[in-house]
């Protein structure tokens, strides 16, 4: 099987870095620093398109090429079998699921973030108004047949809301499908509901039209949703200096992003195959680009890897600890040496009490 469908994207990838170094003479390009970083098809991974459209990390002295894969399982494996430096991944359920395995990732640069929650889900669940599912009626969802990507964040966000709800999941029919196939599973009737990411909820949307359902959307308190850059945890300690210019690249395309979300989606329509442009800058109003870790991140951070624990989703012999899912050490360069990167964003909360998206008991 064919790990990498979309590798065309490389060269595109690199092409901010080739024009931000245009200007250099072939000594400086000669001198620029290869790395591979390998994301997945959708718009959490906007500040990599983003970071190399605009030459960012060509500023900062590296041609980073970029891959793309359908989940973070995948860009964990890849990961594991040195297929490319680092990667992104969920910092709480994709690299609690890796560590559980025994492949030792953890956090370096989070920027799919609300900081101020501890718990705000990037994911949704979409279903199909024509089989009997009423967004007022939680429990219309039991006994329907809903296509989810097992093992995934979208998986626990489905789990936690019919925890929420006081539902019977295993009254449902789980059908396992790739998310970028999700839309057209809805839209043709094969499934009853589905619970994808952007832009492919935004898409299935529109496409279901008056037959769309959004039982939920973007909710809170369901399950630790902080997407970033993720390593091995023993690379990560021998190259910080490498880390901290590719994270400043990373942190001025989520600055980018959440004042140019417009422009942004117009990125991503060069990196993700079909993508409608209006699909993504629907998705991009539930979305948030905050790279900082707070109080609430962490505590929501390190609760959703013990809940998969607890949930019986992964196997582990001692409870996770904030440690295994981010070294500090990067972020907390790049805040010290550029904070007019992150000074459109509000305070952030000092204590738990203060949090918001607290979660579901």
């Not at 989940?71 to 992104?88: D, K, M, N, Y």
């Amino acid at each position: 099987m064919q790990r990498f469908p979309l590798l065309r994207h490389v060269f595109a990838g690199i092409a901010g870095a080739i024009l931000g170094v245009a200007g250099l003479g072939s000594a400086a390009h000669a001198q620029m620093k290869e790395v591979t970083f390998i994301v997945v098809n959708n718009l959490f991974s906007t500040p990599a398109f983003v970071a190399a459209e605009n030459g960012y990390w060509a500023q900062q002295g590296l041609n980073v090429k970029i891959k793309l894969t359908a989940s973070g399982r995948q860009v964990t494996q890849a990961l594991q079998a040195g297929e490319a430096q680092f990667g992104h991944a969920a910092l709480s359920t994709t690299v609690a699921s890796a560590r559980a395995g025994g492949n030792m990732l953890t956090g370096v640069m989070p920027y799919f973030n609300a900081a101020e929650y501890i718990a705000l889900g990037g994911r949704a669940i979409i279903g199909r108004k024509d089989r009997g599912i009423d967004a007022a009626n939680p429990k219309s969802m039991e006994g329907k047949k809903i296509g989810y990507l097992r093992g995934s964040t979208n998986d626990v966000y489905l789990r936690q809301w019919f925890k929420k709800n006081k539902l019977d999941i295993s009254k449902s029919t789980l059908i396992n499908l790739p998310v970028e196939d999700m839309p057209i599973s809805v839209t043709q009737g094969d499934v009853d509901a589905v619970v994808p990411w952007e832009p492919y909820s935004a898409q299935a949307i529109r496409q279901l039209g008056p037959n769309a359902i959004i039982v939920s959307r973007a909710e809170e308190g369901l399950v630790s949703d902080v997407v970033g850059v993720v390593a091995h945890q023993d690379w990560i300690s021998k190259n910080y200096d490498l880390l901290e210019k590719f994270s400043t690249g990373v942190a001025q395309a989520a600055q980018f992003i959440r004042q140019n979300p417009r422009k942004a989606a117009e990125i991503d329509a060069r990196y993700i195959d079909g993508m409608n442009i209006e699909d993504a800058v629907e998705g991009f109003k539930t979305l948030h680009w905050d790279p900082r870790m707070s109080v609430c991140t962490i505590e929501g951070t390190v609760a959703a890897g013990n809940g998969m624990i607890k949930d019986g989703l992964i196997k582990q012999d001692k409870p996770f600890v904030a440690s295994d899912f981010i070294d500090m050490t990067v972020l907390d360069r790049v805040q010290l040496k550029h904070p007019e990167l992150f000074s459109d964003l509000p305070p952030l909360p000092k204590t738990l009490d203060q949090c918001k998206g607290k979660l579901a008991s």
